[in-house]
């Protein structure tokens, strides 16, 4: 079994959808939660950060952690044409390096 | 100022060669991590550097990988006798620091893309 779960999709969603993204994770020892986005052939770009659980926003995105049922959410309002692109959740412990394990990615299609 | 750097974008060899991927990291940034994502994969962690030493080498697959950081800045890696599962995107993060504890934003380049025929 893997550390983190992240359904592939493809997720094909209309513009101006609600967007919900999501991770598992089996191991509580992970403390810190990430999203990135890529878009193709780029490198991964920080989306949200998030340390405790609870709902973060920034714009149209919020990042919701649950830490009791090892669960991570990404929220996309208002979704974008733009907003296509490859979304990978990254997980960090509190050990004594900054690795990330991350998900396999979800690739989401907004269609105009 | 200018963001991670990687050489060759793409590289594309013959499976028993050697090659070598180049990292430039923001400067002044003191950790260093390599990753790989295969086809339909995620980030696989490979290594991470905090100045020139590597405290986490855990993710190299073989010993055919290795890795060297130099100056505490560029950073090289290295597949000997190349084999075609090793044929992935290759990407390098850079961060400022890394603090007992936490952690600190990763940013990443835009990666070499390795094919081995």
């Known amino acids: 079994q893997k550390e983190v779960e992240q359904d592939p999709g493809p997720l094909s969603v209309p513009e101006g959808a609600i967007v919900s993204l999501n991770c598992t994770y089996s191991?509580?020892?992970?403390?810190?939660f990430m999203w990135y986005r890529q878009y193709s052939r780029k490198g991964p770009e920080l989306l949200m950060y998030t340390y405790s659980s609870g709902n973060k926003e920034d714009g149209r995105f919020t990042a919701q952690v649950d830490k009791s049922s090892k669960y991570i959410s990404l929220f996309i309002r208002d979704s974008q044409p733009s907003d296509s692109a490859t979304y990978l959740c990254a997980l960090a412990g509190s050990g004594n390096t900054g690795k990330l394990i991350f998900g396999q990615g979800t690739t989401l299609q907004v269609k105009p | 100022g200018a963001g991670v750097s990687q050489s060759p974008s793409n590289k594309v060899t013959e499976k028993g060669k050697d090659v070598e991927l180049r990292c430039d990291p923001i400067s002044g940034h003191t950790a260093l991590y390599w990753y790989r994502q295969s086809l339909g994969q995620g980030l696989e962690f490979l290594i991470y550097?905090?100045?020139?030493?590597?405290?986490?080498k855990s993710g190299l697959p073989s010993d055919r990988f290795s890795a060297e950081r130099t100056g505490g800045s560029v950073s090289t890696l290295t597949i000997q006798r190349t084999q075609q599962e090793d044929s992935a995107v290759y990407l390098c993060?850079?961060?400022?620091?890394?603090?007992?504890?936490?952690?600190?934003?990763?940013?990443f380049g835009p990666g070499t893309r390795l094919t081995v025929l």
């Open positions: 191991n509580s020892a992970f403390q810190y």
């Open positions: 993060a850079s961060s400022g620091s890394f603090l007992a504890g936490g952690t600190d934003t990763q940013y």
């Open positions: 550097f905090q100045g020139n030493s590597a405290p986490d």
